[in-house]
């Protein structure tokens, strides 16, 4: 640096420069004079330009500055102002060149004496601060000089450069602070303070340090390296050796005094590892005293760690790369700063204090005001002589020992050595020499040895040798390169001092392995160090947990050799001992130290053993020990959340390696179709389980053996595939990646390949995995000698038949995340995130997939002697003493493994070996199949026998997780033999979770005390779930009847939350699976289910799985005889009879369906009731309770829970179709039924204008539904039969729809309420609507501009039973309901198929509306009179045309034709005249027939009456009987509909007109007898005039008809009609008008022609046979077994789509989508079954079609016969919101399981769990997927019912297309649809031309864009018709 400063320094003219240099030798001059001209000379040379002036006049330089320094000393002892002490550093400026430019001469003790004068009055005590730290700098360069040749005198000076460090009287001196100069004269004398010393700048008043010993004690520390590199000497070597005489010195006495406790003999070749043992803070007091000593030994450790400390730069590089783990930011900060604070105050530094923080600061202002220049070599100098000696690495690992054994109060000293470590830990491409392993680095020539320093002077002195000086400065090796130079021998350091032991060679490579052992026993010692203090406490705290962190590092991160990883595991069983030793139990508290350290110790622990089994083998010793010291430490709840977090990671590694499943990306969840949406929208997978995997205790179940090489700060791109790792420390090695893996081991979604930002986190990235398993792919091939292609031509998977482990090659495994994707995250607790002392430290692992598979074929002995089953807790046994292999435990493994080769051979017993994991005895690091068995295991027992567990908490904690472990097993095995692309069924899996391996704990928890409670719960719970299963293997009988043995004593214990957990975790499904005698426990869980009802509690019992049991029950009766079961609370077994059963089973529901307050319970039990009833009527058996259930429904409508009063309606309609057996078991029942709904919704209809909830409305229209149903079932008799207080039962049910059209009021409100109170007792139910609680509210969240979904109900099912009841189904079956006739059929004259224009220019229709909820359209056709019948007319003669009238209204649309009717059959055809003729009966010449009979007066009268069934024909007939009374009668009779008022006939004689009266009448009845006689007596006086002219009057002429022309209006027929009907009558003119014609007119007609009238379902059903469990093989099934073909038989009656005309539900009628369906249709319901065998399947086509029908059903029924329950999925669709499955028993029964999605509510009446038999299984299903369908409907956004879509068309029609027209125009229209094409419109006031007149009448139709209107000639008013021909008006 000197020499650059040289070129900006003001330079002296050369002549002025020469001048002083001879001025400087004057002595002539005086000494100033000569002073100020060396100082110019000084300032204008060169340091080799000094030096060789220096050596030339070095006796004038001397005298000039001993003359000034006395001049100096002499004044400032008179007066020491600012000039005199510039002067004085001026003199010390020359005395420092004199030393450093002078060393040959010196060292030769060139004025020996005159300097060492000098040197003590400047270390005289009496000076200042600043005066005797530059004493003692400038002795230190005058001692290091002299080196050997130094006085005893100079050595002793050395030993008392420090006051207050060392031993002698003159230490008390040195140290005062008070004593002046001359007290200090007089008072004492030595080397420093002799009599004539005295003090050259007393430092009076002056404030001095805390602490002066550490104050001098950094100076000297710092001054021994920095003025090393002062020294110009001619050999630059010489620094180094002066350094090394410096180092000697100190280590000699003063190291010895700051460590008393130094071992000499420490070794760290070859060290003592004896683990430590327990300290207290007592006894290390005295190691604390004197405080002024202790402070320096931390200046002494930050000193010493700065030369070893890798990172150079402070920049806080290393706090962001590696932050920690365990400890808060704060803590962060405070552990950073000692790391820091070692590279800071140092030469080669740039900070300027020694400082650790504001918290740690020790040096006080004086201490930082020394300001350092940034120097460079010094700093290597001091490495190369610490690193490149045995001796003082030995001194430094020694140093750092004492560090790990001083006291809390030496916790800065610990920090700086825990960062040390660290440091070095974390540079594996930087370790320091001593680290490096003996092979690494080849020993380098050594130099030429020196007999001794004179001759290294000598030599070195020439000339020549300057260069190469130079060069030598340059070339000293420094720690960043001491990796790569030669390491020095003991030949060139033997010449400097004793460091070669002996004159052997000094090989200072030690090795990474005696580090870490070194480090891992001696840093033990923080954790042993037991304290009171708090504060100490808090500090201690903070040093486990780094100290903890560098663990974890080394674990994770280092490879680590066998004894290293004992030791370590010996380690942390010790400190696990030492600090929690004590068990928190019986109130006793833990001390902050094990509140805070117990979660990050047991998490080290176990993680480490893990780690460790999987890179060495750990004997059995050691395992017995760590079984011992858990289990004894298992009242620490800490230890349990740890092997729970364990066991879950555990778990997830069985899975992965045994079973070869991912939990997080299982074959289930990928088989959806929403998530394969996602995986083709996304081109890379999302990383999963972000805030889980990162931590400690989750990274070491990646598949990767730690690397020492693991991180570097370049990065090559990385190529997959590239690098292949060639086994277990293979030859191959991966280059540096900087691709970071996400958490879970899957590629991140950017798949950056470029290096972090080292401002967010500086990630360290691995350059080496030398060690990591190979791909599955690459061992295969290694194994077998084969090339992969050959490997997958040949085998698929080769599977090992004599040994437990497979090995799969196929592509799945080949394509996983490659082991070379490593994974960089950050090492920290999952479980200590909200524990503020936790920070965090950087690691990185990569994840090997491997696919090996392995099994414990072993069965151990039982722990419990309830159980043969095999315990947890057995697997820790160990065998080390096996002679032939090392593995842990081979009897209890049993893992033969061997390979088989291309040709079936065996490979050699070397490759059987290279496959097994060190576990097995083999050499595989890394997690395979056979230790990831093993390692679960033995953690699973690793806590002993879990019911000795003291803590109540902690055994619960325990049972929880082992609950957890279960549910995983079970997902497990759910995922098992899944296909991966759901296109074929894989066979069943060879190995199965060990579901059954906790139950001898379980069984054992069952006994213990009640203070075990929590746990005895768990325990019943995971034997529930673990027996009521489907199991792969039968459970053994033993197994059973211990389960069958704990439910019977658990439920007599009548323990109310025992019978919670059995009644819940068994529920309907311990009866449905197939266990051996379940029915034994039939009495038992009656009462359990009666315990559980009779509760108080509604939230914790499960009254839901309760009733679910207890319903399930309900076939059991009729289908069993007398069972065998034991009795309650005792082993005896009785006999129970079905009778008995029955009875006890509907007892209990009809009781819950009363009283039950939970409303999912209340639906159950109204379900079960409806499987009961629904039970009694198939097999007419009718129970006595059958009436009593009925009554329980029809009380269960009124229910506040509206889902409840909604099942109660469903379960009713669904009854309706045995009303003949409910009519034959009780004949009133029915009536009464209809009555009771009836009543009960009529009181739910609100008041009008009151509006009522969407969900109000729902039930209020599903309770008139029901109604019409069981109207429309029941006989047409019952429904008209009255009473004399009672009206029919047609008459209420169109009373309460009309009340539901128009609404209540007040009074017909009261009067339901009261009707309804009359016929179910409240008292008998609870939670019943109050009667008189007001109906509907005024917040309706109806929208506006809506229908009312009620009235709209209530329109459609008036005309429904108006149209249909008593006639349904009609003749073309109950698939047809309207008509199919359209307007444009059976005309000729168009030429269209389907609704068009052309029907608008037709002359023969015309379409109206009526009282704007009715279409009317009229039709003239041609009779067809030549059809067989004679078509419509039946033969009868008739007019030539027929009138056709289609009308359409909310329940379809219907035909009626009329004709004219002319004459009977039989007259004669063609001639009018002719049956005139035949009509009166008349031939030629025949006589006349008189107007009246001769004798009719005197006609016999009898009372003979018809019978009201007998039609009243002409010819039989008397004269006195009333044909028309008579036939009114018998319309009435035969139809009763007809009837104008229900109940009264049609034969009443009419009232009085209104306004008549009695003497009006008598007055006409007076004239019309009077009438009568007169004419009697003409006719008596005439009658015998014949041949008279009177007798010509009495006789009638006959007339005969003209021949008339068949020229009838085209419309005549149907203005006829129109007529006849009153529909022209000006009443009806409001209620009858035309439509507007137009395109938009036929298309909302083609829409209500296509809707349909009904309600409509398609429900697909699927049959899934045995081992059938993917799309493809389920969809191909043609047929079916025969128990399937009568269920679908039972569905409904199969039609023929081809000539099927009800509804399709999208099958074709082409044969596509196959030949039949069965299908099931009521006068409101249609449902067709899309059955999966009626389908084709032959082709892709057919394939796709059939999905395509089945997919987009939303309820499907599956009929599964596969010994795995169906899972949703298999069916890929969004679809199938609900699944009804059904699954055949062994007993005959069937199962039957309700999936259904979240968003569907309940529904009935099936529940999941349903047990029934074969004759109820069609109907009940039918009915619940058709009521599944209606709810999941309902919660379509925006669905509107099939009549409220209709009404709201036909609201379109009537608002957009009626045409509203005068009078005159609709008579027009009516007239004459079209006008002819020869009429005239002449307009009267104006002449019009033709084209104008031909235009349309209504100008906004025909101006609209979008509609195009035919051009309808119509006269307006004003306007004439004027026709050729004469038109008669009617």
């Given at each position: ?16 420069l020469?001048k ?6 004057d ?37 000039i ?60 005590p ?20 002299l ?12 030993l ?33 303070i ?39 000497w ?8 002066c ?40 006894e ?35 706090e ?16 950073d ?6 590279a ?19 040096l ?6 020394l ?16 690193l ?29 050595v ?41 030599e ?69 160090l ?12 903070d ?49 902050d ?52 977090n ?5 778990t ?29 929208g ?43 790792s ?15 893996r ?7 979604p950017?798949?950056?390949r ?24 690459d ?62 430290i ?45 593995t842990?435990?081979?009897?209890s493994?049993?893992?033969e ?12 017993k ?36 879990v ?24 997902k ?21 979770p ?48 211990q ?23 068994c ?35 499960p009254?839901?799985e ?29 006999s ?14 009809l ?8 409303e999912?319970?209340?639906c159950?039990?109204l ?36 889902v409840?009063a ?36 009529s ?10 909830s ?26 008209l ?200 009966d ?11 009979s ?9 009372d003979?009456?018809?019978?009201s069934?007998?039609?009243p ?65 003409y ?17 009638a ?8 022309e ?9 203005r ?7 529909l ?27 809707q ?42 199969e ?28 006068s409101?319901t ?6 999966s ?37 298999i069916i ?12 055949p ?44 369908s ?13 009549y ?40 009267q ?46």
């Open positions: 640096m000197s020499s650059v400063l040289d070129m900006f320094r003001t330079r002296t003219k050369e002549g002025e020469k002083s240099v001879l001025k400087v030798s002595p002539k001059k005086d000494a100033l004079t000569r002073f100020k001209h060396l100082r110019i000379v000084l300032d204008n040379y060169s340091k080799l330009e000094a030096k060789d002036f220096f050596e030339a006049n070095y006796s004038h330089i001397y005298f500055f001993n003359d000034n320094f006395s001049n100096v000393e002499a004044d400032l002892k008179q007066r020491a102002n600012r000039a005199h002490r510039e002067d004085l550093d001026a003199i010390l400026f020359v005395f420092e060149k004199i030393l450093t430019l002078l060393p040959e001469l010196i060292h030769k003790r060139w004025m020996f004496h005159s300097i060492g004068r000098i040197l003590k009055k400047l270390l005289h009496g000076n200042g601060l600043k005066i005797r730290k530059d004493g003692i700098r400038l002795f230190l360069l005058w001692y290091q000089i080196n050997e040749n130094a006085s005893e005198e100079c050595h002793e000076i050395f008392q450069l420090v006051p207050g460090l060392g031993k002698g009287i003159h230490q008390e001196v040195l140290y005062g602070k008070s004593q002046s100069g001359a007290e200090s004269k007089e008072s004492c004398s030595g080397i420093i002799s009599g004539d010393i005295t003090p050259i700048l007393p430092g009076s008043g002056e404030k001095l340090p805390d602490n002066i010993t550490k104050h001098y004690f950094d100076a000297l520390i710092y001054y021994m390296v920095s003025e090393v590199i002062k020294v110009e001619k050999n630059k070597r010489m620094r180094e050796t350094f090394v005489f410096l180092f000697d010195n100190f280590k000699s006495s003063y190291l010895m005094w700051l460590l008393p406790t130094f071992d000499k003999a420490g070794d760290i070749y070859n060290p003592r590892l004896d683990l430590p043992e327990s300290r207290q803070v007592s290390l007091e005295s190691h604390d005293m004197p405080g002024n000593v202790s402070d320096c030994r931390y200046s002494f450790i930050k000193w010493l760690a700065h030369f070893v400390f890798i990172s150079k730069q402070h920049d806080k590089a290393i962001n790369q590696v932050p920690e783990t365990v400890g808060s930011e704060e803590d962060i900060t405070e552990t700063q000692p790391m820091a604070a070692a800071e105050n140092m030469p080669g530094s740039n900070a300027s204090t020694l400082s650790t923080g504001s918290h740690h600061s020790e006080d202002s004086m201490t930082s005001s300001c350092y220049e940034e120097w460079v070599d010094e700093n290597d100098i001091v490495r190369s002589v610490l490149t000696s045995r001796e003082n690495i030995n001194i430094i690992h020694e140093s750092f020992r004492q560090a790990f054994l001083f006291s809390l109060n030496q916790s800065k000293s610990i920090k700086t825990i960062s040390v470590y660290k440091d070095w830990f974390q540079h594996a491409d930087q370790k320091p020499i001593f680290m490096q392993e003996p092979s690494d680095i080849g020993l380098g020539h050594a130099p030429d040895h020196h007999s001794s320093l004179s001759d290294i002077l000598e070195d002195s020439s000339d020549e040798s300057a260069p190469q000086t130079k060069d030598l400065s340059k070339s000293l090796p420094s720690l960043d390169s001491i990796n790569n130079s030669r390491i020095r021998n003991a030949s060139y350091l033997g010449a400097i001092g004793d460091l070669a032991d002996g004159g052997r060679l000094n090989d200072v490579r030690a090795g990474i392995q005696k580090v870490l052992q070194v480090f891992i026993v001696n840093s033990a010692n923080v954790f042993l037991q304290t009171d203090d708090e504060s100490a406490m808090s500090e201690q705290v040093l486990c947990k780094k100290v903890i962190n560098i663990y974890r590092y080394l674990v994770m991160n280092i490879n680590m050799e066998q004894k290293t990883w004992e030791k370590m595991l010996q380690v942390l069983l010790c400190i696990t001992t030492g600090v929690l030793g004590d068990v928190p139990i019986f109130n006793r508290k833990p001390t130290l094990q509140k805070r350290l117990a979660t990050p110790i047991f998490q080290t622990i176990i993680v480490t053993w893990i780690r460790a089994n999987l890179c060495v083998f750990v004997s059995g010793q050691l395992w017995d020990q760590f079984l011992g010291v858990l289990s004894s430490l298992s009242g620490w709840p800490e230890l349990i959340r740890q092997w729970a364990t066991m879950d990671t555990l997830r590694v069985l899975a992965k390696q045994v079973y070869g499943l991912d939990l997080t990306d299982l074959p289930l969840q990928r088989l959806t179709e929403q998530k394969e949406k996602r995986r083709r996304k081109s890379q997978e999302i990383p999963r389980n972000k805030s889980n995997d990162k931590s400690f205790s989750r990274s070491w179940s990646k598949n990767e053996p730690p690397n020492d090489k693991a991180f570097t700060s370049n990065a090559v791109p990385f190529e997959r595939g590239k690098y292949k060639d086994g277990a420390g293979g030859s191959k090695s991966r280059p540096d990646l900087n691709k970071q996400s958490l879970s081991g899957e590629p991140s950017s798949h950056s470029q290096p972090s930002n080292a401002s967010d986190s500086a990630l360290y990235i691995r350059s080496n995995s030398d060690g990591n398993l190979a791909d599955p792919k061992l295969v091939e290694r194994l077998k000698g084969v090339t992969s292609e050959e490997m997958r031509e040949k085998h698929d998977s080769t599977v090992i038949p004599a040994c437990t482990v497979s090995i799969s090659s196929t592509s799945e495994n080949i394509d996983s995340p490659a082991p070379e994707d490593l994974e960089v995250a950050k090492l920290s607790m999952r479980d200590l995130q909200s524990d503020p002392d936790v920070d965090s950087s690691f990185e692992h990569s994840e090997q997939d491997t696919s090996y598979r392995c099994t414990d074929s072993r069965s151990p002995s039982p722990t419990s002697i309830h159980s043969r089953s095999p315990s947890p807790i057995s697997e820790l046994t160990v065998h080390p003493q096996q002679k032939d292999c090392p842990p435990d081979r009897d493994l049993h893992i493994m061997a390979a088989t080769t291309t040709d079936g051979g065996i490979e050699t070397e490759c059987i070996n290279d496959m097994r994991s060190v576990l097995a005895g083999g050499s595989v690091q890394g997690w395979l199949p056979d230790n990831a068995v093993v390692l679960w295991k033995r953690m699973l027992g690793i806590l002993g026998d019911n000795q567990i003291m803590d109540p908490e902690n055994h619960v904690m325990v049972y929880e997780e082992l609950s957890k472990i279960l549910d995983t097993l079970h497990i095995r759910n995922n098992l033999g899944v296909t991966e692309d759901n296109t074929f069924s894989p066979p069943p899996p060879d190995f199965i060990p579901t059954t391996i906790f139950t001898p704990w379980e069984f054992e928890c069952l006994s213990l005390p009640d203070d075990y409670k929590r746990g005895k719960l768990l325990a019943y719970q995971l034997l529930c779930q673990t027996v009521v299963k489907r199991h792969d293997v039968p459970l053994s009988t033993e197994l059973l009847s389960f069958y043995m704990c439910l019977h004593t658990g439920i007599g214990t009548r323990d109310q939350e025992i019978i919670n957990v059995l009644v819940k975790h529920g309907p499904r311990f009866f449905s699976t197939p266990l051996q005698s379940s029915t034994l426990l039939l009495k038992n869980f009656i009462q359990a289910v009666e315990i559980v009802l009779s509760s108080s509690d509604l939230r914790q019992t009254r839901s309760a009733l679910s049991l207890i319903g399930s029950l309900m076939c059991f009766p009729n289908h069993y005889q007398d069972l065998q079961v034991l009795n309650v609370g005792e082993l005896s077994v009785e129970l009879s079905s009778n008995t059963l029955k009875e006890c089973i509907i007892s209990q529901l009781n819950s369906a009363k009283k039950e307050s939970a999912t319970a209340r159950i039990a379900s079960s009731i409806g499987v009961y009833l629904y039970e009694e009527l198939c097999h007419q058996t009718l129970h006595s309770k059958l009436h009593e259930a009925v009554i329980v429904l029809l009380g269960n409508l009124r229910c506040k829970h509206k409840a909604k099942t109660a309606t469903a379960i009713l309609s669904m009854l309706c179709d045995h009303t003949d057996q409910l009519l034959n078991y009780h004949a009133a029942l029915p009536k009464h039924i209809i009555e009771v709904v009836t009543a009960t919704v009181v739910l209809i609100p008041l009008t204008g009151i509006e009522v969407q969900e109000e409305r729902k039930l209020i229209v599903a309770m008139l539904f029901c109604v019409v149903e069981w109207c429309m079932k029941m006989p047409i008799s019952l429904l039969e009255t009473t004399d207080t009672d009206r029919s039962c047609v008459f209420k049910v169109f009373q309460v729809l009309d009340v539901a059209v128009k609404g209540h009021s007040t009074e017909s409100l009261s009067q339901a309420r009261q009707l309804l109170a009359g016929m179910i007792q409240d008292s008998d139910f609870a939670h019943l609507r109050e009667l008189h609680s007001p109906v509907g509210d005024y917040k309706s969240d109806r929208k506006s501009g809506e229908s009312d979904s009620i009235q709209c109900a209530a329109k459609l099912l008036i005309n429904h039973m108006v149209n249909h009841m008593c006639h349904f189904p009609m003749g073309s079956g109950a698939s047809r309901l309207s008509s199919s006739i359209q307007e444009h059929h059976d005309m000729e004259e168009l030429e269209v198929n389907d609704l068009k224009q052309e029907i608008f220019y037709s002359s023969n229709i015309q379409f109206f509306v009526q009282n704007k909820r009715t279409l009317v359209s009229f039709i003239e056709l041609p009779a067809l009179v030549d059809l067989p019948g004679g078509g419509v007319t039946a033969g009868l003669t008739t007019a030539r045309t027929v009138c056709r009238v289609l009308l359409r209204d909310l329940t379809g649309k219907y035909a009626w034709e009329s004709s004219m009717l002319y004459a009977p059959p039989w007259c004669q055809e063609g001639s009018s005249v002719k049956n005139a003729k035949a009509l009166l008349l031939s030629s010449g025949s006589e006349l027939e008189p107007l009246l001769h004798d009719e007066h005197d006609a016999p009268l009898t003979t009456e018809r019978p069934s007998m039609m024909l002409y010819n039989l007939s008397l004269p006195h009987q009333d044909n028309l009374n008579d036939m009114l009668r018998y319309i009435g009779h035969t139809s009763p509909e007809c009837h104008l008022i229900p109940g009264e006939p049609l034969n009443l004689e009419a009232g009085t007109p209104e306004g008549f009266s009695t003497e009006s009448e008598e007055a006409i009845k007076g004239m019309v007898i009077h009438q009568k006689v007169n004419e009697l007596q006719y008596s006086k005439h009658k015998m005039d014949q041949g008279s002219l009177g007798f010509q009057k009495m006789l002429k006959p007339q005969v008809p003209c021949e008339g068949e020229t009838t209006p085209p419309f005549q027929m149907c006829m009609m129109l007529d006849q009907l009153g022209l009558a000006w009443e009806q003119r409001c209620h009858f008008d035309l439509l507007r014609k137009s395109d938009k007119l036929l298309r909302e007609l083609k829409n209500l022609d296509n349909k009238c009904r309600e409509t379902h398609k429900i697909a059903v699927i049959y899934v046979a045995e081992g059938q469990e993917d799309k493809n093989s389920i969809l191909s099934n043609c047929g079916a077994s025969k128990a399937f073909e009568d269920f679908v038989a039972g569905l409904g009656w039609v023929d789509l081809e000539t099927h005309q009800g509804f399709l539900g999208g099958l074709q009628q082409n044969r596509t989508t196959g030949n039949t369906a069965p299908y099931y249709a009521t409101l249609e449902c067709i079954f899309h059955v065998t009626r389908m084709p399947s032959g082709t892709d086509d057919a394939m796709h079609i059939k999905m395509r029908h089945l997919g987009n059903d939303e309820i499907h029924i599956i009929w599964s016969e596969h010994t795995r329950d169906y899972r949703r999925g890929p669709t969004e679809f199938g919101d609900v699944l009804i499955i059904i699954y028993l062994p007993s005959g029964l069937y199962r039957i399981e309700i999936n259904k999605k979240a968003e569907v509510p309940y529904f009935g009446p099936l529940f999941d769990g349903a047990i029934l038999d074969r004759k109820v299984l069609p109907g009940l299903v039918r009915a619940t997927a058709i009521n599944a209606r709810v999941k409907r309902s919660l379509l956004p925006f669905y509107h019912s099939f409220e879509e209709r009404a709201k068309n036909f609201e379109t029609v009537i608002q957009q297309h009626v045409d509203f027209t005068m009078f005159e125009d609709f008579a027009a229209n009516v007239f004459a649809p079209v006008l002819p094409q020869n009429a005239t419109i002449m307009d006031s104006q002449d019009l031309s033709f084209t104008a007149s031909m235009t349309s009448v209504d100008q906004s139709q025909s101006s609209a864009v979008d509609q195009v209107s035919p051009a309808m000639p119509r006269q307006s008013r004003g306007l004439q018709i004027h026709k050729r021909q004469h038109l008669d008006v009617f």
